[in-house]
């Protein structure tokens, strides 16, 4: 599913400053792993790797076979729209979009018939809960909100691979918590591999794989 | 200037692109605003130095406008006591065969006179100027050239040049070079000078003189001289310094120069409104820089005057490339009006150099600053009115307030209310600018909130077509005013002045094409070169009679037309075969019976004037009118005021009877020839050509190609108001490249999450582009609706103080549809730049951007 | 113009030995002597510039009348591209005389209004000044002394304009023959400049009137000369008033 092959990334700036060093890693289908580590150990710099938002300074990456050194950069966008949905811990909603239109943008951007983005928005929303508030501006809503409309959109086309950037970082621990178990359940329903970047060792003991990162280095790999 | 350093240089570095719009907006409205006064400055004193060079050291010019008068004037001139020393002159211009030369001024005066009031000879000749100033006199093709023209085309003593005389090409002979000092100055060097009896020949102008130059005797007061001429020669003639000459040419570019000048004003403003934006954008970008300041102890003073100070700077660099740019602009453009006041006023003047006053600089200087620190004057205030504790959290930017926006509307309709009273005292001079002024003003202030109404509109609509992308771009519309309310505005007003400018000629247009039809209905017109507006060469009336008796002319109208100084300004007086032109034209009278109107015309007892001299002069129906002649002044009472387009400056008609009994002269300078309904045209063409070969070198121009002529002088006429237009529009374009250029930096993350989440390149540029095109269509829609307004005002403006000229209100619809797309592709090429650094960069920078 | 040639002649023309005891009589018997009832000589007039360049004209000159009332036609007839232009000079004696020119070419006759006398005649070396006759009450004059000219003995006299009469000249230096009371030569001054030397010679006598047939005009400053040659002299031939009108020099034209 995700293959990672010797992979680094060396950031250029005033002071090279190695992120990932020759990490190998190999996630099959449907598994929900955590990246743990301390700042700065590059489990960022990794999630954003696997999710195409970024290139390897080295080492190859495989999406379901598919090597993304060798795309465009629309046909890493492809992959991304087609394979990958993001949850950020600052949720990244459009301000000036209402749910359903937040929700419905990456189906726009796939030119998918109208009738059938807002079925399917509406949808996204009921899984999460919000059918409510549909017509609400992210401003309106509360943190937890949010996020879970930040999830419906990450799962907008059920990609098979969720990436989640700190989803609870931002929020309190009991927000955290439901968020937390919308994302498990959501892995229940829908089989997706799911790779959630935390420093939140509760949230890490609730995933069935915990990968250790610690100076851009593998540290541990555990399955529990 | 501490605080300047620290804190606006690093961000100037950081935006560099942004302080270089910024920059090129006052850079391109200084520098029109200077290549226009520059160039006008320029051929004024083109036209100054060859006055004043040809006048030597000549106190008085006598003069009757532009048709002269008879010799004999000046045995009466020279007669007067009072008088020193006093010397005819005839002056024009004529085509040289020399084809890189076009046309040189030729002076003719009396060789064999007084030279104390020229010098064309050197004092301290070793060689004599004229080889011999007895052929000189035999010979009627001798000419003397300057030296720079000798050296420009290679000519030597008796050399030969052609020249376009009346009686067609004919070759003359260079008999002495002038030094190139002096008078040689005179028309860039492009002068010769004839014997002043040879060149009425060449002319055809029979015994006439232009003008009489004087000095005065020793010891005669120049006043006392001049009122002693005047009581000798009678109250046609004018006699005043050959300076006045200046003023009279400046009469005639008077409403040229005006409309350059209301529409480098126009750049300039739109230029301002590019500074303000970028301004408005810094103040909001450094909200949180601005907090630090204020949380360390600045004081909002300082705030402000930081921002000031950066305006300043900017307003000084943009003014000095500005200056400099404006200087290279010049060159082109002086040339042009060169050109420009041969052909339309039939002043010719050459231009060698460019004339920089350096008060203008001075100015252009005081006004680029003056306009960048005008525009940063509410960013500034808004720096310093930062609340430290709000900007220091992270978050939205401020967006303009209801409260703020409330009283611009409430602004706005008070100014209305104003300029509406204004409207009833349109007579009014400073009601009716006062009017005018208060409403682009309002038109300014509602534009914030008339662009917020219209992006709101528009999402809908936008979010049709590209759900995602247009609903973005409209939300980044709407989300933040101060980003596009500015450049809307600048837009706003470089289309309010394309609808005014465009207004104005489209009903000119179809005003003088009506006239065309109806006046200018002549088959042939037969002239002595296809350049209507020259009238120095004449040719005797005996050609009528010639064309007249070619088989297949059905009739033939003299025309005798020319300058006359009126009130101190100069008119066009025509002379036509009144009865003739009757049963040929039919005017409808603006005021006046037709029928009354040319009997008493053709009588000699009335004259009928153009509606532009109506009203420039305050004369209508039954007033008395009195027209200097060289036999006194022709007293006639207007009998009827119609519709032409003779001359900007205005046109009286006269009939041919008249002309002949006050100017004694019997010349003419256009003959209007109408065919029989069954001639064919090009075979009587040919057999009037035939006729008159031999004798006279005229030119049949066909009723078509003087329509063409006139056209073209028009497109002249207006073509460098068009480029000031295209300036505007550009610096608008600027404005748009700017708020797109912000619009993508502040809109960084939210890209960033549409690239995350499966945008295309081309979807986020889609996006971009349709902000610019949103920004376009704004713009037109605020810029059509105050342009219709600005319309009314600039034909009112046209009519009270330009020319004259009462036009139809007619919106240009057609003129506009034509704006639509080119303002669409200008706002997509605008988008092109921000749109591809929008797609660059880093997705994980984007989406942590801050 | 007329003036020039008046003077020309009249300062060229002979006349007899006497005594003389100030410049001005000296002179005064110098122009009385010169007086004629009429006057024809063929001229040929040659220009020497700078540059040694000749230019040749040649006129015939027809006088009527004398001193202070006379009428003279001069007629070019060569080269060619002056051929048949003429002046017609009509001198009073109370104002400045009336000169017309005839130019064939444009068929028309011009008023020549000459107003600067030290304007150069024609291109020659001449000034209109120096071809003006002398009113002798306009100037004063100094005997200097009785010295000896190419050979012959002359009165040297200088003159200088009264402060009424204007000349581009502070003062002039005349050489008159003891023997014929003809000028042999007049140096022009400025200030302390010689700006014009005019040597009379060939002087022979025709009908008893002592006249130079060859004058020579040197202009210092430009570094040429001009040199007037007469032919064909006569003295008092029978000519009509009517022949020195405009009309006349129109129709010979």
Known sequence: ?224 | MMLLRLLSWPYLKKHVLRWALTIAGIVLGVAVFVAMHVANRSVHAAFEKTVQKIAGSAQLQVSAGEFGFPEEVLEQVQNVPEVGVAVPVIESTVETGIRTQGSILILGIDMTGDRSLRDYELDSADESIIDDPLVFLAQPDSLLITREFAERNGLALNAKIPLFTVQGEKQFTVRGIMSSTGMAQAFGGNLAIMDIYALQLVLGRGRRFDRIEIKAKDGVRLDECKAAVQRAVGPGFEIDPPSSRGQHFDALMQSYTTATGVSSLFAMVVGMFIIYNSFSIAVTQRRSEIGILRALGATRSQVQRLFLLESVVAGFLGSMLGVLAGMGMAVGVSSYMGDLTEQVVGVAQRLDELAVDPWLIVGALAIGIGTSVVAAWIPARSAARVDPIQALQKGKYQVLSAGENRRRRAGAAVLVVISGVCLFFNNWKPAFYTGYILMILAGLLIAPAVSLLLAKALRPALKKFLPAEGTLAADSLIQSPRRTSATVSALMLSLAMVVGFGGFTNSIYVSMDEWMSTALNPDFFVAHSANLTNRSITFPAEVGQTIESVEGVDQVQLVRDARVIYGGTPIMVVSVETEKLLSKVKRVPLAGNSKEMHALTAAGKGAIISDGFSSMRHVTLGDMLDIPTPSGLLKLPVAGVIRDYSDLQGAVFIDRSVYLKYWNDTTVNVVRVYLRKDADAAEVKRRITDSLSGKYRLLVMTNSEVRAYVLKLMDQWFSMTYNQIAVAILVAVLGIVNTLTVSITDRRRELGVMQAVGGLRNQIRRTVWLEAIGIGIIGLVLGMGLGAVNLYYSLGMIQRDLGGLDLDYIYPVGFMSLMIPTILSAAFIAAVGPAESAVRGSLVEALEYE | ?253
């Open chain 3, 1 to 253: 113009m007329s003036r020039f040639i008046l003077a020309l002649v009249l300062a060229v023309s002979g006349g007899m030995p006497a005594f003389a005891q100030d410049g001005k009589q000296i002179v005064e018997e110098a122009q009385r002597r010169a007086r004629s009832g009429s006057q024809r000589y063929e001229g040929t007039l040659q220009v020497i510039d700078a540059k040694t360049k000749v230019t040749e004209k040649r006129w015939v000159f027809d006088r009527i009348g004398s001193h202070g009332n006379s009428k003279a036609v001069l007629r070019f007839t060569a080269p060619a591209e002056v051929k048949g232009m003429a002046l017609l000079i009509v001198n009073h004696p109370d104002r400045s005389s009336d000169q017309w020119m005839w130019t064939p070419s444009l068929a028309r006759e011009r008023r020549i209004a000459m107003q600067d006398r030290s304007t150069r005649f024609f291109g020659t070396d001449f000034s209109f000044e120096d071809l003006e006759e002398r009113d002798t009450n306009q100037f004063d004059y100094k005997l200097l002394a009785e010295e000896s000219f190419v050979g012959t003995p002359c009165w040297k006299i200088e003159s200088r304009p009264k402060s009424t009469k204007s000349s581009q000249y502070t003062h002039s230096i005349l050489w008159i023959r003891k023997d014929n009371y003809v000028l042999a030569q007049i140096e022009n001054f400025r200030n302390a400049g010689l700006i014009r030397r005019i040597k009379y010679s060939d002087i022979r006598s025709v009908q008893g009137f002592w006249t130079a047939h060859t004058t020579e005009v040197e202009d210092l400053k430009r570094n040429s000369r001009t040199v007037l040659k007469l032919e064909k002299l006569q003295y008092n031939l029978p000519m009509k008033d009517e022949d020195f009108t405009l009309q006349a020099i129109r129709r010979e034209g």
């Open chain 1, 1 to 224: 599913m995700i293959d990672l092959n010797r992979v680094s990334k060396v950031f250029d700036g005033k002071r090279r400053a190695t992120a990932l060093e020759n990490v190998e890693l190999h996630i099959p289908r449907g598994e929900v792993v955590s990246i743990v580590g301390p700042s700065g150990s590059g489990k960022s710099t990794l999630l954003n790797l696997i999710g195409g938002l970024d290139r390897p300074s080295s080492g190859e990456i495989r999406i379901e076979g598919e090597n993304l050194a060798q795309l465009s950069d629309d046909g890493l966008t492809r992959v991304r729209r087609d394979k990958i949905g993001f949850i950020f811990q600052f949720f990244n909603l459009l301000p000036t979009l209402n749910c359903l239109e937040n929700v419905a943008l990456p189906l726009h951007l796939r030119n998918w018939p109208r009738k059938k983005i807002e079925d399917r928005a509406n949808e996204l929303l009921d899984l999460v809960q919000l059918g409510h508030r549909v017509e609400h501006l992210p401003e309106e809503l509360s943190g937890g909100e949010r996020q879970r409309v930040a999830i419906a959109r990450a799962l907008s086309v059920y990609p098979p691979i969720l990436l989640a950037d700190e989803p609870t970082g931002n929020l309190d621990s009991r927000t955290g918590e439901e968020i937390l178990r919308l994302i498990q359940d959501l892995h229940a329903r829908l089989g997706s591999t799911v790779l959630i970047v935390t420093h939140d060792m509760g949230v890490a003991a609730q995933c069935a794989r915990t990968i250790r990162l610690r100076d851009g280095r593998i540290e541990g790999d555990n399955r529990r």
